[in-house]
């Protein structure tokens, strides 16, 4: 499905843990008070190539140690700032460090003002070069030099999201509603809960959640991951469920992820559609 004219959607990855997306929807006080959102940090290479596990690398031997020694006061997942980027769970700490952003923490962790004691011109030398080795890293990825293949052999079709504030379930059946590659799988049903909120900031949110597999009169298999595609765009940040690898017997219902991700628009329209991609279906 091409474009609708739609702005250019800002993106926001959230991971699975409850706890960070309560971080992100609370109001924020004290030191963390004045970090946004960071939208343009890629996940997937120019050849769709995910780079989530490398990523994650290089944010452990660039930015983690810093982070933990000079934020954790403030931002751990019970600390009083905004994003738990310093928390001690690695990948609390990752997913909050994509969501805010390197050169917002870059600009605070070099402001005097920002947090005294910790923060400051002292740690310029510390930032430039975790900065350089994360740009280096993430220039990698977007070129195609990390991850595995993330090939999608299937798209559903569009459906109009019709998302309130309550969440409710959008499903396609994996035979009939395909706009790409062809179904055989005894009429099963991929489910995902959909909702419109909003981000700290105000910025208008899509959440995703509770993707389910529901076999029909055969055994269904996805893997290789699931991708979302708003208005025809694929979602290069949603990643969250890159590495989805189930199945569903006849007549069962199996939760593909306890993750969540969340797309940050411009603006809610009421022809929104969503549609998703998926790397391989088996049945037998």
């Known amino acids: 499905m091409s474009e609708t004219g739609r702005p250019k959607p800002r993106l926001r990855l959230m ?3 409850v706890v960070l997306t309560i971080i992100q929807l609370v109001s924020y006080q004290n030191c963390g008070s004045d970090f946004v959102v960071k939208d343009g940090i890629s996940l997937a290479s120019s050849s769709g190539t995910t780079c989530e596990s490398s990523l ?3 944010f452990k031997s660039s930015y983690q140690a810093f982070l933990k020694t000079n934020c954790a006061a403030c ?3 019970k600390g009083p700032g905004n994003g738990a980027f310093a928390d001690s769970n690695d990948d609390l700490a990752f997913n909050a460090f994509l969501t805010i952003g390197y050169d917002r923490i870059d600009v605070n962790a070099v402001n005097s003002a920002h947090a005294g004691g910790y923060t400051g011109p002292q740690n310029s030398s510390a930032v430039t070069l975790a900065q350089q080795e994360w740009e280096a890293a993430d220039a990698q990825c977007k070129s195609g030099g990390g991850g595995g293949s993330q090939g999608s052999e299937f ?3 569009a459906k109009v ?3 309130t504030a309550t969440a409710h379930d959008m499903t396609w059946n994996l035979d ?3 706009a790409s590659g062809t179904g055989s799988t005894g009429g099963a049903q991929l489910i995902v809960a959909v909702i419109e909120a909003a981000s700290p900031n105000g910025t208008p949110v ?3 959640s509770n993707p389910r597999l529901k076999g029909g009169t055969k055994t ?3 893997s290789g991951g699931i991708m979302v595609r708003i208005n025809g765009q694929e979602q290069v940040l949603g990643s969250t469920w890159s590495r989805v690898d189930n199945s569903a017997a006849p007549g069962a219902t199996t939760v593909l992820s306890t993750a969540q991700m969340l797309i940050e628009y411009p603006s809610f329209m009421s022809s929104d559609t969503l549609s998703l991609s998926i790397e391989s279906i088996t049945a037998q």
């Open 15 to 17: 991971g699975g843990l």
């Open 75 to 77: 931002h751990t997942s």
């Open 155 to 157: 798209i559903t079709t």
């Open 176 to 178: 009939t509603e395909l």
């Open 220 to 222: 269904v298999s996805i």
């Open 161 to 163: 999201m019709n998302a």
């Open 206 to 208: 899509y959440y995703f």
């Open 56 to 58: 994650e690398a290089e």
